[in-house]
């Protein structure tokens, strides 16, 4: 599981390698929600992907991607509590984690 280093403001770029994958991540606002967009290499793969807690962003059969990202309000009580994230507490209260194969697997089989 490796963070994703994001700043409180509403709109974002940022370039990133996830375990050899050299991504461009857009995270934005949109009528008060998050959203991602993810570019690999020079291939946008994916883009207006809305960021909610405890759910998988990027669709489970997304081709030429390895993991999958998330987020987690870490101010949550339970994981059932968790908060939309709000562009004023990423990196602190909200935070967006790459998760790898084996990190999906583990996870998969620890529910």
């Not at 967009?37 to 809305?50: A, H, I, N």
């Not at 909610?52 to 991607?65: E, M, V």
């Not at 987020?71 to 209260?93: K, L």
């Not at 909200?94 to 790898?100: A, H, P, R, T």
Request: charged fraction near 20%; aromatic fraction near 10%.
């Amino acid at each position: 599981m490796i963070e994703i280093p994001l700043t409180a403001y509403p709109d974002q770029k940022l370039q990133i390698d996830l375990d050899g994958q050299m991504c461009t991540l857009h995270v934005f606002e949109r009528a008060g929600f998050m959203y991602l967009d993810l570019t690999l290499g020079r291939t946008l793969l994916t883009q207006g992907m809305l960021c909610q807690p405890t759910t998988p962003i990027l669709p489970p059969a997304l081709k030429g991607f390895s993991g999958n990202l998330c987020v987690i309000d870490t101010e949550a009580a339970s994981e059932s509590s968790q908060e939309s994230p709000e562009f004023s507490g990423w990196g602190t209260r909200w935070k967006l984690y790459w998760l790898s194969p084996d990190d999906i697997t583990e996870m998969a089989g620890a529910s």
